[in-house]
């Protein structure tokens, strides 16, 4: 058991100074496709998941901002209103009733506009989330040919695992 372990060392080592091919290359790589799955796995919440939480808050956003413009401008109108009535033909109010009916036409578009461009981004994400699962499934393909090869071997397979390092400073 000790001489296996020392060639395994001796052979990392090894392995280390050579120059890598595309076979230790490719392995290298699926370890690391293996750590992050690992990491990803260890979160509460998975990326498609998380990425769904962001679209929906950034949309939740964007709608709050409607809300209050479009409270914001009704009551200003009433004040408006009131003031034109007094006032019709003062100019500054003709301006300034111009640029309230100006920023109204330019809400009524951003809306429409953000209801043109909900599906497309509905798509574009639930594309996004296939990619992840495809990504997930192989990973998972990957960790169970391993276990199979490592039991046809004779041998364990035991997974990566993140790598923790408690460090304490005595003072005295």
Known sequence: MSQAKTENTAAKTNEKKKPKDK?????SQNRR????????KKTKISVPLRILCEHFFILFLSFLTLVFA??????????????KKKTM???KTMIAWERETRVQLAIKK???KKLTEAPKKREAQAERTKKYEEEYHKLKEEEQKQMLAARLEGNFFKPCEPKVM???????
């Open 166 to 172: 408690v460090v304490i400073r005595i003072r005295g």
């Open 70 to 83: 479009t409270s914001f401008l009704k009551s200003k109108e009433k004040t408006t209103n009131e003031k």
């Open 23 to 27: 076979a230790e290359l490719e392995k």
């Open 33 to 40: 496709k293996l750590k992050l799955a690992k990491l990803k």
């Open 110 to 112: 951003l809306k429409e």
């Open 89 to 91: 033909h003062n100019n």
